[in-house]
C-alpha cells in the first residue's frame, strides 16, 4: 500500500479513494462486507489490560450499546446477537482469524450470519499516552443503502455506533464506569432499553 | 424534590420532579444550600442555545451538603462542598495535565456527537447546560447528583458561610484564568471590557498577579463602581470613546494585555445556524465582536490577549491583519475550574479576595423565575442573584 501511494500516509478509514474497500479487504483475513467503519481512541491505560479486557468478548457488552449479548463458544468462536432498528436483533458467529497478543485481533462473521461483517482492532502502544485502540470494521448493511439510512435514523448504524463504543471503552477503561446523565437508575435503564 | 426546568423563551418553573439517586460509583448526591443564577443562564432563559429540552433543569454555580455517597466517592456525608461546573474524570490524559475542561470522559459518549461534528473534538460535561455538553441536570434544585465526586468538588472547612465561597464553582476561578492568561508582568496596564462578574473578579485577579494599573470598561454605573472599588480605572462607552482613551490613559502605547469578558461571561455553545439570529439583535452579536475587535485595536504592539468570554460559532470581521502584524498572542478556553479551586479556596480564607461584594439579591428557590426575570431586565442593579432553598 505505501509503495502505491508513496505521498499519502493517512489510513483507509479516511480514504476517498475507489480502491478503499479493496485495501481494507487486503488488510483482513477472510474479509467479509463491503461498507467501511475506521475509528482510532486513545486510551490512558497500558497495552496489555486493553488487550486482555477487549480479548475476552463477553466483556463487549458492556460498553457496546447495541450488543445484546454474546457468548463465548471456544477460543476463537463466539455468537454475537446485535440490536437493529425497530427492535429487530441480528445473530452472527464470529471466528478469529488471526490474532497476535497484545497487538491485534482480526475476526470474520461465519455462514449463515444475518449481517457478513469482519474485522480487524489494534492495540498500538503510545508511550505517555496510553494506547491507540484502532478498529476497522467491514460490513454489508441489511437492506442496502435503505437499511443503512434506517438504522443511522435509529442510531444503530455501525459507524455511529463504533465512535460511541470506543468512548465508552475509553470511559469504562479510564475511569471505571461509564458517563451518564441520567438522575437514577431507572432513567439510566430507560436510555439503555 | 423542587427543581428550576427550562420549558422554553422566558419559560422557566420550579416543578416537581423524581429525586437524583446514585447511579454509578463515583457519584455522590448533594442537598443544595445556595445556587447562583449565572450570566450564561440568560442565554438559556433568552432561548439561543440549542439542544435545550423542556424539561431540563438549570444550574452550574451550586454548593451544598453531602447527602449520598457512592462506593468509590472520596467524600463523607455531612461535608459541605462546592462543586465545579465542569464535569471532569480526573484520569485522562487532559485531566492529567489540568485541562478539566477539555475531558475526554466527562460528557456522555453519544451527546460528544455533536461537539465533535461543530468544534473537532468534543469538551467536559457541564451542569445545567443543554444536551451538547451532556445533559446533565443543573444544580438549581433541591438536590444535584454529582458525577466523578472523588474529582470535581472541594471541601468547605466548617463554619465558613457560602456566600464565602459559592462562586469557587465558576465566575472566580474563570475570571483568575482571564487574569492568569494575560500573562501580567509587573507594573503591566491591563484592560478589561466587561464589568460582569468574570470581568469584575478578572480586574481583582490582575491586580493580584501584579497590574500597575487595570482599566475596566463597561456601560453600566453600579458595576463601574465595583470595578472602581478593586482600584481599577474606568471607562464607560457611552461617555467617552475606548480606543480614544485606551490610548491617551497609556501614553500611545496601548494596554500591555486585554481581557475580553464581554458577552455570554464564561461559557454557552452556539452553533453556526443560530449565530446569525444572535448577530440580528444587537444585544449580543455585535457587541460580543465589537469587543474582541476593540480589544485586538487597543493592544500595544506584541501584547497578550486573553478571552474568557464565549465565541462558539463563527465570527465576521475579526481583525486578522492587526492581530498578525501588531504579534499578538491569543490565550482562551473554558475555564479548568478543579485546577484553580484549592488555590482560590486558600486566598478566600486568607481574606485576599472577596466574592460576596457581587450578590445583590437573596432569593428562595421557589422564586427563581421572578430571580431570572429581574436579572434580565435590570443588568445595572441586579449584580449577581443567590438562591436558597428554604430562604423563606
Known amino acids: ?193 | 424534590m423542587r427543581a428550576l426546568a427550562w420549558h422554553g423563551k422566558h419559560d422557566v418553573r420550579v416543578d416537581t420532579v423524581d429525586d437524583p439517586e446514585i447511579v454509578n460509583s463515583r457519584d455522590c448526591i448533594i442537598k443544595v444550600t445556595a445556587t447562583a443564577i449565572c450570566g450564561s443562564d440568560l442565554h438559556l432563559y433568552d432561548g439561543y442555545i440549542p439542544t435545550m429540552q423542556s424539561g431540563d433543569i438549570l444550574g452550574h454555580e451550586f454548593m451544598g451538603e453531602v447527602v449520598e455517597v457512592g462506593a468509590k466517592s472520596t467524600l463523607k456525608k455531612g461535608q459541605k462542598v462546592v462543586v465545579p461546573f465542569t464535569i471532569a474524570c480526573g484520569s485522562c490524559y487532559h485531566c492529567g495535565k489540568h485541562q478539566y475542561s477539555a475531558c475526554d470522559n466527562g460528557n456522555p459518549a453519544d451527546n460528544q456527537d455533536i461537539g465533535q461534528e461543530l468544534y473537532g473534538q468534543p469538551m467536559s460535561g457541564l451542569f445545567g447546560y443543554s444536551h451538547l455538553t451532556g445533559g446533565y441536570a443543573g444544580g438549581q434544585a433541591e438536590y444535584v447528583r454529582v458525577p466523578f465526586s472523588d474529582v470535581g468538588p472541594i471541601v468547605i472547612p466548617d463554619g465558613v458561610e457560602d456566600e464565602k465561597v459559592l462562586f469557587l464553582s465558576d465566575i472566580l476561578p474563570t475570571g483568575w484564568q482571564a487574569a492568569e492568561y494575560a500573562q501580567i508582568e509587573p507594573g503591566d496596564t491591563v484592560a478589561v471590557w466587561g464589568c460582569g462578574p468574570v470581568g469584575l473578579f478578572a480586574v481583582q485577579s490582575a491586580f493580584l498577579m501584579g497590574a500597575e494599573r487595570v482599566i475596566a470598561i463597561d456601560h453600566f454605573p453600579r458595576r463601574l463602581e465595583l470595578a472602581r472599588k478593586f482600584g481599577a480605572e474606568t471607562i464607560n462607552f457611552e461617555q467617552s470613546a475606548v480606543y480614544e482613551a485606551l490610548m491617551e490613559m497609556t501614553g500611545g502605547i496601548g494596554p500591555d494585555a486585554v481581557i475580553d469578558a464581554v458577552g455570554l461571561e464564561a461559557h454557552g455553545f452556539f452553533v453556526d445556524n443560530v449565530i446569525d439570529q444572535i448577530k440580528a439583535s444587537t444585544f449580543l452579536g455585535t457587541d460580543r465582536t465589537h469587543s474582541i475587535r476593540q480589544a485586538i485595536l487597543a493592544c500595544r504592539k506584541g501584547g497578550r490577549v486573553s478571552m474568557p468570554a464565549v465565541y462558539g460559532g463563527f465570527v465576521d470581521k475579526f481583525p486578522l491583519g492587526a492581530f498578525m502584524e501588531k504579534g499578538l498572542t491569543l490565550k482562551t478556553g473554558q475555564t479548568h475550574v478543579q485546577h484553580y479551586m484549592p488555590a482560590l479556596l486558600n486566598a478566600i480564607m486568607e481574606g485576599k479576595i472577596d466574592t460576596t461584594f457581587l450578590i445583590s439579591h437573596r432569593m428562595d428557590l421557589e422564586d427563581a423565575p421572578k430571580g431570572y426575570k429581574m436579572f434580565k431586565d435590570n443588568q445595572n442593579e441586579v449584580t449577581k442573584v443567590v438562591l436558597k432553598p428554604g430562604f423563606n
Request: glycine share 6%; proline share 5%.
Open chain 1, 1 to 193: 500500500m505505501a509503495d502505491q501511494y508513496p505521498t499519502d500516509d493517512a489510513p483507509i478509514s479516511a480514504s476517498k479513494r475507489s480502491d478503499a474497500v479493496e485495501t481494507a479487504h487486503g488488510q483482513m483475513t477472510d474479509a467479509k462486507g463491503n461498507s467501511i467503519v475506521g475509528r482510532s481512541v486513545t486510551i490512558n491505560k497500558p497495552v496489555g489490560e486493553l488487550f486482555a479486557f477487549f480479548r475476552d468478548f463477553a466483556n463487549l457488552p458492556s460498553f457496546m450499546e447495541n450488543v445484546e449479548r454474546i457468548d463465548v463458544l471456544d477460543a476463537k468462536r463466539s455468537h454475537w446477537v446485535v440490536k437493529g432498528p425497530a427492535r429487530t436483533t441480528y445473530e452472527w458467529d464470529a471466528l478469529v482469524t488471526d490474532e497476535v497478543q497484545d497487538q491485534y485481533i482480526v475476526w470474520s462473521s461465519q455462514p449463515g450470519a444475518d449481517v457478513d461483517n469482519s474485522g480487524r482492532v489494534e492495540f498500538r502502544d503510545a508511550g505517555a499516552r496510553g494506547t491507540v485502540v484502532t478498529a476497522t470494521i467491514l460490513y454489508d448493511p441489511p437492506g442496502g443503502v435503505v437499511g443503512k439510512l434506517i438504522a443511522k435514523m435509529f442510531q444503530r448504524e455501525p459507524a455511529i455506533q463504533a465512535r460511541r463504543d470506543l468512548r465508552r471503552f475509553k470511559q469504562l477503561m479510564e475511569t471505571g464506569e461509564i458517563a451518564t446523565a441520567a438522575m437514577n437508575p431507572k432513567q439510566h435503564e430507560e436510555e439503555f432499553a
